[in-house]
């Protein structure tokens, strides 16, 4: 079956470090996303890429950036780790051609912790 | 620049009660779609429903069911005969479709945290 996974699953480092949180999925689509869960804030959208080469910024990119090489992966890497960057990360992806506005596919998170 | 607002933070309701969840939107543009997502303890995010802005139907699934008011600006979601398995965080979303074609990904409201005692 296709899928959409993420890795790690648990990530703890320390802050100025860079970290990089992989996604990746077997649906060959499109639209891939990544999105930060806190208590308070729901899901907050942070990149997206639209196809191979094309990134775009969230509503909460700085700190933060992506590069989409291919169509199966989207890494999240954070240049500089911070504290109040210590959230719950969620890649997604979605086939639609019409860009973002399809069904998301959620991988199951990455729990980031920057100490 | 769009919305999604959630006034509920959490809910709490005896097994087999119905209960509702609000979701209100904010949108200028004519062209949009809305969701609804359950996130369970477990943590995934489960999609439950999409709908798009010219489609005022109410649709029903199962034990739940959504109402959609443009007049409003709402998508309301109800749980009918609510089970304990029905415990989770449910977040209501919109995606935006410009009129150049294209969109920005989903926009989430925090979420209702529902918890269904036995």
């Known amino acids: 079956d296709a899928e959409i996974t993420q890795s790690p699953r648990h990530k703890i480092t320390e802050t100025g470090r860079q970290v990089t949180l992989a996604c990746h999925q077997t649906?060959?689509?499109?639209?891939m996303f990544w999105y930060r869960q806190d208590l308070g804030h729901g899901l907050r959208l942070i990149h997206y890429s639209y196809g191979v080469h094309d990134t775009n910024k969230g509503e909460v990119s700085d700190g933060y950036s992506v590069s989409r090489s291919n169509t199966e992966d989207l890494p999240l890497t954070l240049e500089s780790a911070a504290s109040s960057q210590t959230s719950v990360y969620f890649c997604?992806?979605?086939?639609?051609?019409?860009?973002?506005?399809?069904?998301?596919?959620f991988g199951e998170g990455s729990r980031l912790t920057v100490l | 620049a769009q919305k999604v607002t959630q006034a509920q933070t959490e809910i709490s309701v005896v097994e087999k009660e119905d209960v509702t969840l609000d979701c209100v939107y904010e949108?200028?543009?004519?062209?949009?779609?809305l969701f609804w997502y359950k996130q369970p303890p477990s943590g995934e995010l489960v999609f439950l429903i999409r709908r798009n802005s010219f489609d005022e139907q109410n649709e029903i699934s199962g034990r739940y069911s959504w109402n959609f008011q443009k007049s409003t600006s709402s998508f309301n979601f109800t749980i009918t005969a609510s089970q304990v398995v029905d415990s989770a965080v449910y977040f209501c979303a919109l995606s935006v479709m410009y009129s150049g074609g294209g969109a920005d990904g989903l926009t989430f409201g925090k979420g209702t945290h529902l918890i269904i005692q036995p």
């Open positions: 997604a992806s979605s086939g639609d051609g019409t860009s973002g506005t399809g069904e998301l596919f």
């Open positions: 649906w060959n689509h499109n639209n």
């Open positions: 949108t200028r543009d004519t062209t949009y779609y």
